[in-house]
């Protein structure tokens, strides 16, 4: 496994890309497969991968934060899908998502 090195940006821009194509990966699996269970793994497995990259930056708080938040929004992205339509509340959640993880890393790595 690679080293972190502390002027490397690597985890503070692939987290926010890795979140933000995790809410579209999940939703876009289950619905090509109409199996939820399946697109909602894939989010899991995304979630999971987000956390383990962002714990080294940005501590446990941070790292607790941005899974608190990305699960806030897969919640309100739902009642959202009803008012907007699906694919655009996704994307609204999927950029929401990413933002929140670049500042969360961002500040985190400030603070390193």
Do not use: K, N, Y
Request: charge should be neutral; charged fraction near 10%; include cysteine.
């Amino acid at each position: 496994m690679l080293e972190h090195q502390e002027d490397d940006p690597g985890p503070s821009i692939a987290v926010p890309v890795l979140a933000g194509l995790s809410f579209l990966a999940g939703f876009g699996v289950a619905e090509l497969t109409g199996v939820r269970a399946l697109g909602g793994l894939v989010l899991l497995a995304g979630g999971a991968a987000c956390a383990a990259l962002a714990l080294p930056v940005a501590g446990r708080r941070a790292t607790l934060a941005l899974l608190a938040i990305a699960l806030a929004l897969f919640v309100a992205s739902h009642p959202l899908g009803r008012a907007i339509g699906s694919w655009p509340a996704v994307l609204v959640a999927a950029a929401a998502v990413a933002a929140v993880a670049a500042v969360l890393l961002r500040d985190g790595a400030a603070r390193a």
